[in-house]
């Protein structure tokens, strides 16, 4: 009997049990959402250790059935870093009771994320449901990098749910590589280095990124969907290269060890025989004439072979006429700035938050714990430095706009091992200075003066300190970044370079897993992701619209991509007034820094015109530069090139006009004219109206004949004269840069092809152009 009793109990136990539990748990009708609470840490009792206990109790003390306690899945996340708060899934009574609790602040429904890049594609208005993305993301499209090889382990390169590869390519990977669908190629290139150095040893002799720099500009143009990227909590959300579905080759050519131009061109000549379709150069040489640039003259074949190139302005900005990779046939990209921070918060002792720009990676407890501030004025003096110890010092950088003072002082502070730095300086975009190995914040001439008045006014200044906060809509954006290398270019200086400009500072992309990320008190720091800036980073997000527009136009050559992707470039920043230079004290950017304009790729995918172009066009600018047979058979790679019609006036999107000092010194007006062909690539007839801004200079006029251009269809080609007349030009120590643009507005329509027109009397560019052809 006992035995036959005894499951009996268990069963009856058993039910008991499953009905208190269900009579105790809230109704299943009950409907809850996600929330995201912002609370006020002032208001946390002393109780608490920690934010996440004090959240936890909060949450606890308003639920609708207290009985059980706080069911595990309410609380979803603690917030730390970039906001003050934490997020749940609660009942609408809950949110009521919530929001009567000490320290609350605010609360918004949680939402799904829209799948961006963190954050540059969404930036350049790529969404996943309308524009240029319907073009399959760049599917089978190839873009070649000439770079430092790649992390193929990176998420950034997962080939799920792409298509088979496409069968006209021909190239291969590397053994020990592991590619996919997704990285079809990868070789490495270093017979160069080795043939310079025969014993030097190669650390890691295959398609291995050591570097850090291929990884992150390949996942930028075309990396695919990794969730919850960021830099240690910086720019957390989803990220995705410009065109997602493209497929990627590395050609590793750049060496720790070393690097030599002759494994360059043979990585770009492997990738013109494997067949890609758009190839990203974040590299170039300083100086040199087309003739003698290596990159210049591979480039010009793989143009030939109808491979767009699309290639870095250089990072010697804000000096003009250093942009390098000046060749007419190349994409040459400027780099500007986003509409999103990177930052940290000082919350002083009488509760005043100041907001800064930082990426410290870590946060080393700062955000509960005050520390005395103490205002240094310039930190120039490192003993007086060396003897404030533990304390927040705050540095104000008096030489306005210059990059090199303020480094001085971020190196200053950091050897004087302080508690944490503070910059204040006129800067705006921070680049090489913001990412430092100590806790640091740059802020506004503006927001340290609310600092300095605290530590004035307080008998005992104190301040908390916290990192990792995202800060979106930032307003003037873009602006041209003050490293981004002017034009013109020196290879050639009569055809305007930059081309463009797109997003290059402080951009978030894959990195490789084993390659230090950063470092903090010399101890190395990693991460699957890094943050960038420099025109390494413009450069690829170029090449991620090129392709998304070969995507969606394959039979359009590469100079019809540029045109399209220049002659709707934006002029106007997210404030609609005209894009502001860094490097310039904010004035307005000229095309010599920002080119067109800034990329905006669903403008271009439907153009209305284009400025086409063959190879014959880009042959008779070289005859018109006086080069010789020889130097021209170098870029050309024939002997029989046609020099019958010379003429540095190529069918370009763009003009420039360079006043020499023998013209200005005459009393003859300067008059140049050139002439130009457009496309019609829309289906219907159009007409077109000629529309000139002002002109910001006085004495030039400029005058377009025809005023109207009406096309039959499409493939009608219309041409037209630009001329350009100036006054008795004064050649000033300081050189001339005025400006206008020339717009073809559609009759009727949406479409408007513009196009910038300069004026520059840069004449050391002339001189030096001449005398190496002489």
């Given amino acids: 009997m006992a035995a036959v009793a005894q499951p009996h109990n268990c069963f009856y136990f058993w039910f008991l049990f499953i009905a208190i539990f269900w009579f105790l748990l809230p109704s299943a009708s009950t409907e809850t959402d996600n929330y995201i609470v912002h609370m006020d840490l002032a208001a946390m009792p002393k109780p608490f250790a920690t934010h996440h206990t004090w959240y936890s109790a909060t949450l606890s003390s308003v639920l609708d059935n207290p009985r059980l306690g706080m069911l595990p899945s309410k609380l979803i996340h603690t917030y730390n870093h970039a906001i003050n708060g934490f997020s749940a899934s609660i009942t609408p009574s809950e949110l009521k009771a919530l929001q009567k609790s000490p320290g609350y602040v ?37 873009i070649g990098f000439v770079d430092t090889g790649v992390w193929a382990e990176s998420e950034s390169f997962s080939d799920e749910g792409m298509p088979e590869i496409p069968s006209r390519w021909k190239g291969k990977c590397e053994s020990g590589t592991h590619c996919n669908k997704k990285l079809i190629g990868a070789r490495f290139f270093n017979r160069g280095l080795i043939a310079k150095f025969p014993n030097v040893t190669i650390s890691m002799n295959y398609t291995n990124d050591t570097n850090g720099h291929g990884t992150h500009t390949a996942a930028t143009a075309a990396g695919g969907y990794v969730k919850d990227a960021s830099f240690f909590g910086y720019g957390r959300g989803t990220a995705r290269g410009v065109a997602p579905r493209a497929r990627v080759a590395i050609y590793k050519a750049i060496w720790e060890e070393g690097n030599y131009v002759s494994d360059v061109i043979a990585a770009i000549d492997q990738a013109i025989l494997d067949s890609v379709d758009v190839l990203s ?131 200053n502070v950091e050897t004087a091992k302080v508690g944490v730095g503070v910059f204040i300086s006129n800067l705006s975009d921070w680049d090489n200075s913001v990412q430092t190995s100590f806790p640091s914040i740059f802020l506004s001439p ?118 399209a992707m220049m ?155 630009v001329k350009v007349q100036l006054g008795h030009w004064i050649v000033q120590r300081d050189p001339n840069v005025v400006f206008c643009y020339l717009s073809w507005v559609e009759v009727g329509g949406g479409h408007v092809a513009r196009s910038p027109i300069v004026v520059t009397d840069l004449n050391f560019m002339l001189r030096s152009h001449q005398k190496n052809n002489t």
Wanted: hydrophobic residues 35%; positive net charge; proline residues 6%.
């Fill in 281 to 411: 150069l974040s590299l170039g040489l300083d100086g040199a004439l087309l003739y003698e640039d290596p990159v210049a003259i591979a480039t010009f074949a793989a143009v030939e072979r109808g491979i767009l190139v699309t290639t870095s302005a250089g990072n010697k900005g804000p000096q003009l006429g250093t942009v390098h990779n000046g060749a007419p046939w190349v994409l040459n990209v400027a780099a500007g700035t986003m509409d999103r921070d990177f930052g940290g918060t000082i919350r002083l002792g009488n509760g005043v938050s100041v907001l800064g720009s930082s990426l410290f990676p870590l946060n080393s407890g700062m955000a509960t714990s005050k520390l005395p501030l103490v205002f240094m004025g310039g930190c120039y003096n490192l003993k007086k430095l060396k003897k404030v110890g533990h304390k927040i010092v705050v540095c104000e950088d008096k030489d306005e706009y210059n990059s090199y003072s303020l480094s001085l002082q971020v190196d």
């Fill in 446 to 563: 503006s927001n340290g003066n609310i600092i300095k008045h605290y530590i004035r006014t307080s008998s005992n200044p104190k301040a908390r300190v916290s990192f990792h906060k995202t800060i979106f809509g930032r307003k003037p954006a873009p602006s041209v970044a003050r490293y981004s290398s002017r034009g013109p270019a020196e290879s050639c200086p009569f055809v305007l370079k930059p081309d463009i400009m797109a997003p290059g500072d402080a951009i978030l992309a894959s990195w490789p897993l084993k390659v230090a990320a950063t470092d903090v008190n010399s101890r190395p720091i990693y991460s699957k992701f890094n943050v960038l800036s420099g025109t390494s980073m413009s450069c690829p997000h170029a090449a991620g619209v090129a392709a998304l527009l070969k995507a969606a136009h394959p039979r359009w050559s590469p100079a019809a991509i540029r045109s």
């Fill in 106 to 142: 605010s609360s918004v429904p949680d939402s799904s994320l829209q799948v961006d890049t963190t954050h540059s594609s969404h930036f350049l208005g790529l969404s996943s449901d309308s524009g240029v993305l319907l073009s399959n993301y760049g599917s089978d499209v190839i």
């Fill in 567 to 721: 002659t709707t470039a934006d002029v106007v920043d997210n404030t609609q007034t005209p894009i502001k230079d860094l490097g310039e004290k904010n004035k307005l950017a000229t095309p010599l820094a920002m080119g067109s304009g800034h990329v905006n790729p669903n403008k271009a995918v439907d153009p209305g015109l284009i400025y086409d172009m063959e190879i014959q066009d880009y042959v008779n600018v070289l005859c018109a530069l006086n080069y010789n047979k020889n130097q021209i058979q170098t870029i050309t790679r024939s002997a029989s090139n046609n020099c019958k019609n010379p003429s540095l006036d190529l069918n370009y999107p763009s003009f420039i006009v360079i006043v020499n000092a023998s013209d200005s010194n005459t009393e003859m007006e300067i008059s140049r004219e050139f002439k130009r062909t457009v496309t019609n690539v829309v289906e219907e007839a159009t007409t077109y109206e000629a529309k000139l801004t002002p002109m910001n200079g006085n004495g030039v006029r400029v005058t377009v004949k025809p005023h109207k251009l009406e096309f039959k269809g499409k493939n009608h080609k219309l041409s037209f004269t």
